[in-house]
């Protein structure tokens, strides 16, 4: 079965630290990958997307994505974050033989301090 | 354009009562999922429907839960004689095309008491 590992429960930064958040995905076909991002009493919103392509894969607010298809791996980055990326961040998957459902990680809580 | 909605946003049930979770999906997206966030886990999936028809349920727990989206209305999720660990935050999301970006829904919180 499809699974979707993230590394870090919670992370806490200061302002202007870099950040990266590991996901890892287990699933040997095509896929399609997403990061959500879900703001204090918000619901979730997409960050970024990759379907095909360039690998590195550009999002909003900063946030960019790398899809490594030999590790498994599509892990966030933002060079510098701000106070309001504090938030509960979700790796997801779509395998494409499998279904069209998101398989989500457990996510990680970012905490920013200024 | 409206973004998908939920109602309502917060529901509070006893034991042995039913819930109904309604969802309305964004204009002009016909693919509607369900998925369940408990305490300290990530979103599990539930169920895929398109218009009048259950495409995936492989994730919905075989008794007291089902689901449908009719030709008109919301897509409603149904829980009857609902127990203490049906609580959790229920999201729906909805996609213009299978396998693609899903929006999500602000979330129903369940509560059973």
């Known amino acids: 079965a499809q699974s979707v590992s993230q590394h870090n429960h919670h992370v806490i930064l200061s302002e202007a630290a870099s950040l990266e958040l590991g996901c890892n995905y287990s699933y040997g076909g095509t896929v399609n990958l997403f990061w959500y991002v879900q703001y204090p009493g918000q619901h979730l919103q997409l960050l970024l997307k990759y379907f095909s392509g360039d690998p590195l894969v550009k999002g909003i607010k900063g946030f960019e994505a790398e899809f490594i298809k030999s590790k498994f791996s599509f892990n966030l980055r933002k060079p510098s974050v701000q106070w309001s990326d504090t938030a509960e961040y979700f790796c997801a998957v779509i395998g494409n033989q499998a279904g069209t459902a998101l398989i989500f990680g457990k996510g990680t809580t970012l905490s920013v301090s200024s | 354009n409206a973004g998908v909605m939920q109602n309502p946003r917060h529901l509070v049930r006893r034991r042995g009562q039913e819930a109904r979770l309604r969802c309305s999906p964004m204009?002009?997206?016909?693919?509607v999922y369900w998925y369940r966030q408990l305490p300290e886990e990530g979103l599990k999936f539930m169920v895929y429907l398109q218009k009048e028809n259950i495409i995936d349920e492989s994730g919905m727990p075989k008794e007291r839960f089902s689901a449908e989206f009719p030709k008109e209305g919301p897509s409603i999720l149904r829980i009857q004689q609902v127990v203490r660990g049906d609580s959790a935050a229920y999201f729906c999301?909805?996609?213009?095309?299978?396998?693609?970006?899903?929006?999500f829904g602000p979330g129903t919180r369940l509560t059973v008491l």
């Open positions: 204009k002009g997206h016909s693919h």
């Open positions: 999301a909805s996609s213009p095309i299978p396998g693609g970006e899903q929006f």
